[in-house]
T-cell receptor, first 113, second 113 residues
Framework: QKEVEQDPGPLSVPEGAIVSLNCTYSNSAFQYFMWYRQYSRKGPELLMYTYSSGNKEDGRFTAQVDKSSKYISLFIRDSQPSDSATYLC?????????????FGSGTQLTVLP | ETGVTQSPTHLIKTRGQQVTLRCSSQ?????VSWYQQALGQGPQFIFQ???????GRGNFPPRFSGLQFPNYSSELNVNALELDDSALYLC????????????FGPGTRLLVL
């Protein structure tokens, strides 16, 4: 079983829809939680990160972490065609000298105009 | 653009050969990590270098090795290539150990035949 599970999709929504992307994890040592966006033929780009549980909002994006359920979510409001990409969740422990990230497998999102 | 560049963009090798991939970090970024991203998967942590020394390693065999240079460039070397080494190789840099924002390069796509 993988430490981080993510629904691979693909997910296709109309422009303006609310998108919900989710990951579950098994390692309770994870304390930092991130969401990356990866366009085709590009490297991942950090969208948001959250420490421990709670919500964080940045424009149209909201990240939620529920450590009791080992479940994290990314919501995209008023989705745009430019949001079409693969979304990767990632997480890491607090301890250790290396900021090693453990990624989910990614969800491919297409926003249709 | 993140300011992180990688070369070459694409590479084809045969099984048993050796390969060197290169990364140029942003100025001032003294920490670089390398990841392997197989098709349809999330990136997997290979190792991290901080001030020219390896200070963290994922579950990869010793035939994966690296170097970091004072001019913020780094290398990933893979010996005795195997078919399963075919993947996108990403480097990511950040300025200090405590920063969460890692800037990924566009990657090098390696195909092993």
């Amino acid at each position: 079983q993988k430490e981080v599970e993510q629904d691979p999709g693909p997910l296709s929504v109309p422009e303006g829809a609310i998108v919900s992307l989710n990951c579950t994890y098994s390692n309770s040592a994870f304390q930092y939680f991130m969401w990356y966006r990866q366009y085709s033929r590009k490297g991942p780009e950090l969208l948001m990160y959250t420490y421990s549980s709670g919500n964080k909002e940045d424009g149209r994006f909201t990240a939620q972490v529920d450590k009791s359920s080992k479940y994290i979510s990314l919501f995209i409001r008023d989705s745009q065609p430019s949001d079409s990409a693969t979304y990767l969740c990632a997480m890491r422990r607090v301890s250790g000298s290396a900021r090693q990230l453990t990624f989910g497998s990614g969800t491919q999102l297409t926003v249709l105009p | 653009e993140t300011g992180v560049t990688q070369s070459p963009t694409h590479l084809i090798k045969t099984r048993g050969q050796q390969v060197t991939l290169r990364c140029s970090s942003q100025s001032g970024h003294n920490t670089v990590s390398w990841y392997q991203q197989a098709l349809g998967q999330g990136p997997q942590f290979i190792f991290q270098y901080y001030r020219e020394e390896e200070n963290g390693r994922g579950n990869f065999p010793p035939r994966f090795s690296g170097l970091q240079f004072p001019n913020y460039s780094s290398e990933l070397n893979v010996n005795a290539l195997e078919l399963d080494d075919s993947a996108l190789y990403l480097c990511a840099s950040r300025s200090e150990q405590g920063q969460e924002t890692q800037y990924f390069g566009p990657g090098t796509r390696l195909l092993v035949l």
